[in-house]
């Protein structure tokens, strides 16, 4: 109980850093709508002398598109440069001296950092759903819900993972950067995957890439109805879970045994 | 004893590089490590209640020693006990019952009032309410909290900061507080409040301190104890008045005399007790020491016109200095 206190309040510390910069926030939103009303064209060039591609409409492709590019914005928190630079400047020497375990702890601070923009991002998602006559229509609330809540596990454990590599790289922004391309392009943020090969789709359906951004996605948009692929996403969470719980031992023991 | 260090050794490896490309490419396989004793065969008992000061000099393995026993950094040999815990076995315990300040890390969060970080505090170390406002009221009263309470940390000055950090490391009140460098970069006002606070809380509370400080008005306000490391190793483990005694060039008495000093050199010299007579400047000095009490010095004296005459001792830093400077020697001689 007390420990759940404890993340509550990081959490919400956290929420509350991420949402107290106003002119940040106005920024981001700004940019956020003129990088949805660049998207809106760019699909509908792609779509000007052809109505489906890869089975799917103009307004399928954009509705996925958009939705996975504000949950990659919303979801995707930085808990790997915040990791790293605690790594770095040794601070997280003073958190060893905390009784809270590393990875739960930048877990509820994701969180409430992700609680923080969904308030800020979502009404201008809307908008741009408004603009461009798009809607979500999923068909299970529940389903699209917990495929989101699999999705911010995910992304975090392998931002936390990467964050670790603070041991042993000074710079980590060619790994973050190409890390961020891999999930965007494999995860279906860039591109719905239903415009891979189908050997791809199933090879990334199999493996934990489509289950960053597309299964989510796909139960917001109505696309995906059953819950075998919400099961599979949710095996992948709890591998990712357990990866980074043992690679943040090995990382405290180097730091503790070796003194890093 | 709350804290018991056995025959603590902390050794650093790091990798050596190679001379040309082909040793590099061989060392990346089979690396050569060089090793480095930060710490070596130090051993202590500090029991509850006590504040006992680590000093030494930069580099001679105080934080080190700080870093074993609070868990995040394990011994390469040796073992240590504080309050019953392995620190590094049972850390997340164990910190429940210590309080931490790194003088150059913060446990406050920037952005946020002053009030939010210590209510996160209260939160991760499970504080009751009762016990959150008692520990918080010394700082209230004594150090000036309340001006502060609602300000983001990032507003605040350095000495208001530190009074933060160190009334988060009595929150949740530990049993031992291990202070590193707590005053660093305070004004000598800031530095008189922090000190008080910190022996009230020693003194009323019973709570065990270990400081490390290079500030020797810390080590005299603070601490009834010395732990002296130098170079990985433990020199010196008595009461401050003990290493007065035993450090430096003793305690003199000091005369400053109209008449002719080498007579008067001579005179002491031939007294019985046998006591060490020198010149230093325009003062004629000579050994405290109860065979020659200061009655019969200035009966001896008399005769050479006594314009004044004061005790000398060496100050505290001048003692420490003269210890560092001493090991440094030693070093180059060993090597």
Redesign the interface.
């Known amino acids: 109980m ?1 420990m759940l ?2 993340c ?3 959490a919400l ?1 956290n929420g ?2 991420t949402a ?1 910069d106003r002119k940040g926030r106005l920024i981001i939103c700004v940019g956020y709508l003129l990088g949805m009303w660049l998207l809106y064209w760019l699909w509908r060039g792609l779509y000007l002398n052809d109505p489906s591609r890869a089975g799917l409409d103009f307004a399928t492709a954009l509705t996925h598109v958009a939705t996975a590019q504000t949950l990659f914005a919303i979801i995707t928190t930085p808990a790997d440069w915040r990791l790293a630079r605690e790594i770095r ?3 997280v ?2 958190q ?6 590393l990875a739960l702890r930048h877990g509820a601070m994701a969180l409430g950092a992700v609680a923080a923009k969904a308030l800020y991002m979502l009404p201008a998602f809307a908008l741009f759903l408004w603009w461009a006559g798009l809607n979500l229509a999923p068909s299970s609330w529940p389903l699209a819900l917990a495929s989101l809540a699999c999705s911010f596990v995910l992304l975090f454990c392998l931002a936390f993972i990467v964050g670790l590599a603070g041991f042993l790289a000074t710079d980590l922004w060619g790994i973050i950067a190409s890390k961020d391309a891999v999930v965007q392009f494999l995860g279906g943020a860039l591109i719905p995957l239903a415009f891979f090969p189908p050997t791809a789709q199933t090879l990334l359906h199999v493996l934990p890439f489509a289950h960053f951004f597309n299964t989510p996605v796909a139960y917001l948009t109505g696309q995906l109805h059953g819950p075998e692929s919400l099961l599979i996403q949710a095996c992948w969470a709890l591998a990712f879970m357990l990866f980074a719980h043992l690679a943040s031992l090995q990382v405290q023991r180097k ?5 890093a | 004893m709350l804290i018991r260090a056995e025959q603590l050794n ?1 050794v ?2 790091s990798p050596l590089s190679g001379q040309s490309w082909g040793e590099r490419f061989a060392r990346l396989l089979r690396p050569v490590w060089s090793e480095t004793h930060s710490v070596r065969d130090v051993s202590f008992g500090i029991a509850r209640g006590e504040c006992v000061a680590l000093v030494g000099p930069n580099g001679a393995g105080k934080s ?1 020693t700080i ?1 074993m026993l ?5 011994p390469s040999s040796g073992s240590v006990s504080v309050a019953g815990f392995d620190p ?1 076995r049972d ?3 164990y ?2 019952h ?1 309080g ?1 300040v ?1 003088g150059q ?3 406050l ?1 920037w ?2 009032p002053v009030q ?1 970080s210590f ?3 209260q ?4 504080v009751p309410e009762a016990t959150y406002q008692q520990q918080l009221s010394l700082f209230r009263r004594e150090g000036g909290l309340d001006e502060f309470w609602l300000r983001p940390v990032r507003t605040l000055s350095l000495g208001q900061r530190m009074l933060c950090e160190i009334a988060a490391s009595f929150l949740h009140a530990p049993e031992v507080v291990f202070l590193d460098e707590p005053t660093i970069g305070l004004d000598l006002e800031m530095k008189a409040r922090m000190r008080e606070l910190i022996r009230q809380i020693n003194r009323d509370a019973g709570t065990t301190v270990l400081i490390t400080s290079h500030d020797v008005g810390d080590i005299e306000k603070l601490s009834q104890r010395l732990l002296l490391i130098d170079h990985g190793q433990l020199k010196f483990d008595g009461s401050l008045a003990h290493f007065r005694q035993s450090a430096g060039d003793g305690h003199w008495w000091a005369a400053k005399l109209g008449g002719d000093r080498d007579a008067a050199q001579a005179l002491l010299a031939g007294h019985p007790a046998g006591l060490a007579v020198r010149h230093n400047g325009d003062w004629l000095e000579v050994v405290r020491d109860e065979r020659l009490p200061l009655p019969e010095l200035l009966q001896l004296l008399a005769p050479f016109a006594i314009h004044d005459i004061k005790p000398v001792e060496q100050s505290l830093e001048d003692l420490l200095h003269g210890f560092y400077l001493a090991g440094k020697v030693g070093a180059r001689e060993a090597a």
């Open positions: 007390s206190r404890a509550y309040q990081l510390a509350r850093v107290t400047s040794g601070e020497a003073s060893l001296t905390q009784p809270m375990n730091l503790v045994v070796f003194g | 902390r650093y490896r080190t870093k609070t868990g995040i950094l394990a590094q850390r997340r315990a910190v429940k210590i931490v790194f890390r913060s446990q969060w952005d946020l939010d209510r996160i505090l939160a991760l170390f499970a």
